[in-house]
């Protein structure tokens, strides 16, 4: 039986090596005349060339065709283009950057609000905000105040905290106004009693409110009761007020000069029961009666 088997074996070696040099004769011919068109001759080992050459020109194209094509973003799962790196980096630095100017920027703030104050404290935020500008030797020291600052000092701490902001320079005894904040008569007077600090006039809606004088924007926004509100700082701590309009048409901290258009009349708010203007005259932080200074009927 071992006689067999190693005959068998032998057999199948030699035909195996037969076949890796045995040629072959690949014919082709006409079905219907047996016409010889071509012949090839092919063996074994040339056939597994020819594979192997044929299945590394497909991984070779496949790969060029992945790596330099767009077509890497479709095919490949998770693939991040370089543009977008690129971009996400240059993002991270600007988030960054901006991150650490506006810690700066929250720490010099700070700082001035406290030197407004007066209670400058030396800590490691002041020291290092004032070191490169005020005290370049970078000691941990803040410079002397002068004589000229501290007068200054003086002077603005002995001055009102809260006086009004000014939109000018003062006019001895002018406390009322020249121009009509709309043409309609008082519906409504003034009576502290019952916290009606202005008068009402009477107005159509969208008829245009004028500024009464020179001053600047303080309020422009809408409340639930009021309604549409702006009003006006003037000259020697004077303010102008304007409810239930029905659109504003200055923004806080513009500049408005006498008989500027600043809102039209409407009737929004709660606190109304028609279209009508309600103004208001502050006078020092003191409501003041604004008839005398309104003509009736325009």
Do not use: C
Request: negative net charge; aromatic residues 8%.
């Amino acid at each position: 039986m071992a006689d067999i088997r190693d005959v068998a074996n032998k057999k199948k070696v030699n035909k195996n090596k037969r076949f890796w040099r045995q040629r072959f004769r690949v014919v082709i011919q006409e079905e219907s005349t047996f016409h010889e068109r071509g012949a090839y001759f092919l063996s074994g080992r040339r056939l597994t060339v020819i594979a192997l050459g044929f299945v590394l020109s497909v991984v070779v194209v496949s790969y060029l065709a992945i790596a330099h094509t767009p077509l890497t973003e479709h095919l490949v799962p998770g693939f991040v283009a370089n543009q977008y790196r690129e971009d996400a980096a240059a993002a991270r630095l600007d988030a960054d950057s901006a991150l650490k100017m506006l810690s700066v920027q929250e720490q010099h703030l700070n700082s001035l609000k406290s030197i407004l104050r007066g209670d400058i404290l030396v800590d490691s935020v002041s020291v290092g905000l004032m070191r490169g500008s005020v005290n370049p030797s970078g000691d941990d020291v803040l410079p002397t105040a002068s004589n000229e600052d501290l007068e200054l000092r003086e002077r603005v701490e002995g001055e009102d905290r809260f006086a009004l902001r000014r939109s000018g320079p003062d006019v001895a005894m002018a406390i009322g106004f020249d121009f009509q904040p709309v043409g309609g008569g008082v519906s409504d007077g003034f009576d502290l009693s019952y916290g009606h600090f202005g008068v009402d006039l009477e107005a159509a809606e969208g008829v245009l409110v004028h500024a009464v004088d020179d001053g600047t924007v303080l309020v422009s926004d809408y409340t639930v009761a009021h309604g549409y509100v702006i009003a006006i700082q003037h000259r020697n701590n004077r303010i102008s007020i304007y409810k239930h309009n029905a659109s504003l048409l200055k923004e806080v901290g513009e500049l408005v000069q006498m008989g500027d258009v600043i809102a039209s009349v409407g009737n929004s708010g709660t606190q109304t029961t028609g279209p009508h203007l309600h103004f208001e005259w502050w006078v020092n932080g003191q409501p003041i009666d604004p008839s005398p200074w309104l003509r009736a009927g325009g």
